[in-house]
């Protein structure tokens, strides 16, 4: 399967597409394209690759795999189509965001690029990807309804192997492990070069245990002014 990926991560991923573990992933993703319902849509699997280059990244988010109910997965991280209903864990990922803004930790104004003409919030994160936020899946593609489901099959090789590039060819970047898996994900970036931030996932689960108060996203800029980067307006 040839692989249309945006061409700095193209250079960055080559020498995992020409493993022999990537060839067998291909195939199982094709086969299940072909015989299944699976998510996202096949021109999106690498969205997150392609929409931020690999020279243009900042910070990292780190999701598990794609949401498997139709009309959600974009292929970034948290991320959903503008006019599908908030998920819980973005919800709160927003809820601290406003808090952060609150308490004077973020400037006022904080998800003005999400707020929809109803005044309703998106949940398509686009403007944050736009800006050097890469929202990275561990896994790429899953079946419908089926959590999990194309887990183990070969993507994580491919996204450590990006994390491991971005830890080791670039600088100064903030990397948001939220998670006992995402932790795990990250455990190979380097704590010297780059601001690691870790807490609970933002899921309704676990969000007490960490997340709710994490201040994070102020974190995050702070690092990156100090590192003579601009902040994200989040």
């Known amino acids: 399967m040839e692989v249309r990926i945006e061409e700095s991560w193209r250079k960055v991923l080559q020498p995992e597409f020409d493993k022999p573990y990537f060839e067998l992933l291909t195939s199982f993703v094709r086969k299940e394209y072909q015989s299944k319902q699976v998510f996202p849509p096949a021109p999106l699997i690498f969205n997150a690759f392609d929409s931020c280059p690999f020279e243009q990244v900042k910070v990292v988010i780190i999701g598990q795999d794609p949401y498997h109910e139709p009309g959600q997965a974009m292929g970034l991280s948290f991320s959903v189509p503008e006019g599908v209903q908030v998920p819980p ?85 903030v990397f948001m492990l939220w998670g006992s898996y995402a932790q795990r994900k990250g455990a190979c970036i380097d704590r010297r070069k780059h601001l690691v931030l870790t807490t609970s996932h933002p899921s309704p689960l676990s969000v007490y245990r960490g997340f709710d108060g994490c201040g994070h996203f102020a974190q995050a800029n702070q690092y990156l002014i100090r590192h003579h980067s601009a902040p994200i307006c989040w």
């Open 89 to 173: 864990s973005l919800a709160n990922i927003y809820k601290e965001i406003r808090r952060e803004e609150a308490a004077g930790m973020l400037p006022a104004g904080c998800l003005q690029s999400q707020l929809l003409p109803n005044g309703a919030l998106s949940g398509d994160l686009r403007p944050w990807v736009s800006q050097g936020v890469l929202l990275l899946n561990a896994t790429l593609t899953v079946e419908a309804h089926r959590a999990g489901s194309h887990q183990n099959k070969g993507w994580e090789e491919l996204t450590d192997a990006a994390i491991r590039a971005l830890s080791e060819k670039r600088e100064h970047l």
